[in-house]
Structure formats: C-alpha cells, structure tokens
C-alpha cells in the first residue's frame, strides 16, 4: 500500500495510491464506515491499514490532478546516516566509519516534494550537495530491539528522501555536521510511503540520485556498510524510536548544484522525489 499526502481543489486530505490515481482517506470512511484518520502520520500511528485496502475498487483523483505534500510536515524525528557508501567517502574524501555515522535534521530543514530547493547567500556555502536516498519510516514505539526480526516489526514502510549538505561549511570541521545539513529547505520525503509488505528483499533495492533528469549516482541497498534492519536495531539503543520516526539510509554519491537544476532520488518500488534549485 502506498499512502500520499496532498492538495486538490485547495483541500489537504490523506490517500491511497492506486493505478488510478489517489483515492482520498474521507471517501474511504464514507464507503466502509471506519474512522482511519485523515493524516499520514495518524495512519501510521494507528496501525489500522484494513479498511484501507477498499481503495483498490474505489473512484480516484488522478495523480496528475493532485499537489503532493510532505508525508507529515514535521516528523517526530530524522536521522540522516552518512558516509553509508564506499563511493560517497571517496566523493568527499572521507574515511567511512566503523559505527553507523548518524546525525539528525530539524524539520525546520523541510521542502515538499516537488517543491523549491533554496539556496543560502554565496559567501556562506557554495558548494552545495544533494543526494537521493532511501529511508526507512517507524511504525511502532520500540527501544533496545534484540535483533533484525524485531526491527522488521517495528517498521512500518520506506520513502525516498532528498539529503542536502553544505560541504564547504563540513570542510572547516566536521563538527559543523549539523550545521551543514540544517539549511532551509536541505531535506524533503515523500511524497509516497510504502508499506513494507511490497518490498520482498529491502537489500535488492537500489537507490539512484538524479541530475537534470540523467542518472547521476547509483548503488544497491546490499552495498551499504550498515544495511536498514541494522540501522534500525543500532538506533534503538540510543534512542526511544517513535512512529513516524525517519531513517534517511545514505546516498552512493552526492551531486553538486546549482541554480535551475531540477535534483531528485528514486528507488524503483519505493517512489521517487525531486526539487528544482533557486
């Protein structure tokens, strides 16, 4: 199952993606008589997806026709994890760590799908990277998980995100990490989640980073130093891990950009996002 967030005729409603188009969580209600909250995050905090699958058979607005939007606009909390790719050490000259190099984003930091990359004032940064990647989004409230069996439980589905960095900003100290990744409109999600029920083997996926609509950057998930169960179980150790929780997984490589280039990700089966530069 596939759930969007959108605009259509200057409403915000939840909806299931379908091959027709999307089919509005109201309209859903309304046919099956259930209350499955008209909110992506209240679905997944919910866990209740039945009455969801009546989508299939139901009238949907074109996909064309609608205006996505972030998932949720702020996520209860975004870990972002770098240096996950042999290639992208290479690409920034960095040496890949032994433990997961984690850090985390504001939602301060959010752009919708679609929507507008901004990029800060020259004499700040002018070297900026995006980077297309896979993440992985929580549905259960979880801590210290045992095993990969547990953090597959614990997932509710995956996303494709868009991770900005500032690397001139990271190149006077790698301290300045956060700073670098913090920018205005540096990360956006979306605009679909999948449920982890369509994706037989996350490690066979691959995930691409694009660049004026040519394929700039790609790997598959089974290269990653840390695969996604790992990043889950790892994470829940330090962290209580909530629903709605996202664990952007990392990039092969990062492209630079400039103003007017349209950057994006994609994983086949998962979705794919993209973000014009001004």
């Known amino acids: 199952m596939k759930l969007i967030r959108y605009s259509f005729h200057d409403e915000v409603h939840a909806g299931v993606v379908t091959a027709a188009g999307v089919v509005p969580v109201p309209a859903i209600n309304l046919y099956t008589g259930s209350k499955v909250p008209d909110s992506v995050l209240g679905i997944i905090e919910s866990g209740d997806l039945e009455p969801l699958k009546a989508a299939e058979g139901m009238p949907a607005i074109p996909f064309s026709d609608v205006l996505p939007l972030l998932p949720y606009p702020v996520p209860p909390k975004i870990w972002c994890i770098g240096l996950n790719y042999h290639s992208h050490a290479v690409d920034i000259k960095a040496v890949q760590p032994d433990e997961p190099g984690s850090f985390m984003k504001p939602a301060s930091c959010m752009t919708r799908p679609g929507g507008e990359i901004i990029l800060p004032p020259a004499h700040i940064t002018n070297d900026v990277d995006a980077e297309g990647e896979l993440a992985v989004v929580m549905g259960k409230k979880v801590q210290y998980l045992k095993d990969h069996a547990e953090a597959l439980d614990a997932i509710f589905g995956y996303t494709v995100t868009l991770d900005l960095t500032a690397l001139d900003v990271l190149a006077k100290n790698p301290r300045y990490l956060t700073r670098s990744k913090s920018f205005d409109t540096f990360f956006s999600f979306g ?88």
Do not use: W
């Not at 679909?192 to 691959?206: G, P, R």
């Not at 997984?249 to 492209?255: A, D, S």
């Open 191 to 278: 605009p679909v989640i999948v449920t982890k029920d369509e994706i037989a083997d996350v490690d066979e996926l691959e995930v691409i980073t694009e660049s004026n609509g040519e394929v700039f950057s790609r790997d598959f998930v089974k290269n990653m130093k840390t695969r996604p169960l790992e990043l889950v179980r790892f994470h829940s150790d330090y962290q209580t891990l909530h629903p709605g929780d996202i664990i952007s997984t990392g990039c092969p490589k990062g492209v630079r950009i400039k103003k007017g280039d349209v950057v994006g990700g994609r994983v086949e089966g998962v979705g794919a996002i993209s973000a014009t530069v001004r």
